[in-house]
């Protein structure tokens, strides 16, 4: 038996769109995995009721038929499903880490992040890397094609999740299928500010880089009192904020000494459209753990 954490994680960053990411030190999911003769899921914790034990329709089944690993594997869920936080590539995240380790594949981590991305594909419909990077291989993380680049980074982030369901396959139905030269021109720009930022570990910069004109505008109308919670976490000293994942999570980046303002002042502005909500005051963090 293997337990393995394996955080939560926040992609696109605005301008990074299906290619940016970071783990968050909070919340996460624990998943305990034993060798069997055939895959097993239980799921327990956070949203575990919309969450299906199904080895083909959960997550962690896809990457166990990808490892040829067959387990029992029990997933206590810190991280609730469509919430923007990558619910469904922490699980997955976790039993690759962990399947790898139980029957010695001999895999490295970023091996791993394809084999994860197996299991995203069947809740999203699309193999994308840009969460379970971050989950397996912590920092802040670019997913390209061409692999995973991984920087360490300790930037103060504010997450704050309403309960508002919105789901990466219909969020990904908005995202417009053309942009103009000078929106490109702004999201380079916009994408390497937030690139230095994280190797200078830089708040300001960060937050400056993660303006998007792109994808973000028609995300928000999906998340009701997007632009008020944007707005006071803004006013309340926040570098920058943007959508987490596709929603519902609001995040903000922002220097350590202005978290617990913010995180006050986002929940109040959902509040005040009669929207309850949570917030995790947490910071850019490590991978994926095994104990
Ligand atoms: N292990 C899992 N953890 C969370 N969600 C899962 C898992 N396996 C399958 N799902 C399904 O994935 C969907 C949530 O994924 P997604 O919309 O990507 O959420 P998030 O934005 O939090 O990653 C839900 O429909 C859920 O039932
Ligand atoms: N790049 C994807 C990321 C989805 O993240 P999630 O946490 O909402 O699953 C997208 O923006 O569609």
Not at 15 to 32: C, H, K, Q, T, Y
Not at 138 to 157: C, K, M, N, W, Y
């Amino acid at each position: 038996m293997l337990t393995v954490r394996a955080p939560a994680t926040s992609a696109n960053l605005g301008s990074g769109f299906d290619v940016f990411g970071v783990a968050l030190e909070r919340p996460a999911d624990v998943v305990r995995l034993s060798k069997a003769d055939r895959t097993t899921i239980d799921v327990t914790g956070a949203g575990s009721q919309f969450i299906p034990e199904d080895p083909e329709k959960n997550t962690v089944g896809a990457v166990a038929e990808a490892l040829d690993a067959p387990a029992h594997i029990e997933i206590d869920k810190g991280v609730r499903p469509a919430s923007g936080l990558g619910s469904s590539a922490a699980s997955a995240a976790a039993a690759a880490v962990g399947l790898n380790e139980l029957y010695d594949r001999g895999h490295s981590r970023e091996e791993l992040v394809p084999i994860a991305a197996k299991g995203e594909a069947v809740v999203s419909g699309d193999a994308h890397d840009d969460n379970v990077a971050p989950s397996i291989m912590g920092g802040f993380t670019i997913a390209t094609e061409a692999g995973v680049r991984q920087v360490d980074a300790s930037i103060p982030l504010v997450a704050c999740l309403p309960d508002i369901v919105v789901s990466t396959r219909d969020a990904r139905r908005v995202v417009p299928e053309t942009a103009r030269v000078e929106q490109l021109v702004e999201t380079v720009g916009n994408a390497a500010t937030l690139t230095t930022g994280m190797h200078r570990d830089d708040p300001e910069l960060v937050g400056e880089g993660m303006h998007d004109t792109v994808v973000t505008p028609s995300r928000a109308k999906l998340i009701d009192g997007y632009e008020e919670v944007r707005e006071a976490a803004l006013s309340a000293g926040a570098t920058g904020v943007t959508i987490s994942g596709a929603g519902p999570t609001v995040i903000a980046a922002c220097e350590e000494d202005r978290q617990r303002a913010i995180a006050s002042t986002m929940l109040d502005a959902f509040a005040d459209r009669g929207i309850d909500a949570r917030v995790y005051q947490t910071r850019i963090g490590r991978g994926a753990q095994i104990f």
